[in-house]
């Protein structure tokens, strides 16, 4: 059965890393626990039962509770299957313009690619001095791809 611990939002992987330990700790019937990125302020947890997954939050910091209604495994898929990350959209020497942030509105060249964060470094086009700045990948939007530039 699933089942979801409502946790403070942020704290999803501190909460995961204890429970983890004292599972293992005292042996408890919990098979997997899971955070999800777009499911801020909630774990999910597949265990034999509630009583389980119960004792295994006691006296953890920051867990708040255990939702009522365990969740049904059709929702948990919808989860899994995420779509792809911005990062992977995006090629080095692709024109991007920023939407949000600082910069918002300004034209930028793509100059390195981390997928494993989703951060997209740019150089500012418009400026005087090319300035490299790291930024979230979502927080861009395609301009221009490079292959369309002549690059």
Known sequence: MLFVYRVTAGQEKVVLDMLKKK??????????IAHFEDLRGYLVVEAEDEV???????????????????????????????????????????????????????????????????????ELTEVAVPIPVTIRANTIRIYQRAEDAGS
């Open 23 to 32: 599972v293992r700790k005292e042996n408890l019937p919990i098979y997997a």
């Open 52 to 122: 389980a997954v119960r004792s295994a939050g006691l006296k953890i910091p920051h867990i708040k509770g255990v939702l009522d209604k365990t969740m049904d495994p059709s929702e948990l898929d919808k989860l899994v299957q995420l779509e792809k990350p911005a990062a992977l959209s995006v090629n080095k020497g692709d024109i991007v313009e920023l939407i949000s942030g600082p910069f918002k509105g300004e034209k930028a060249r793509v100059i390195k690619i981390d997928v494993n964060k989703e951060e997209i470094t740019v």
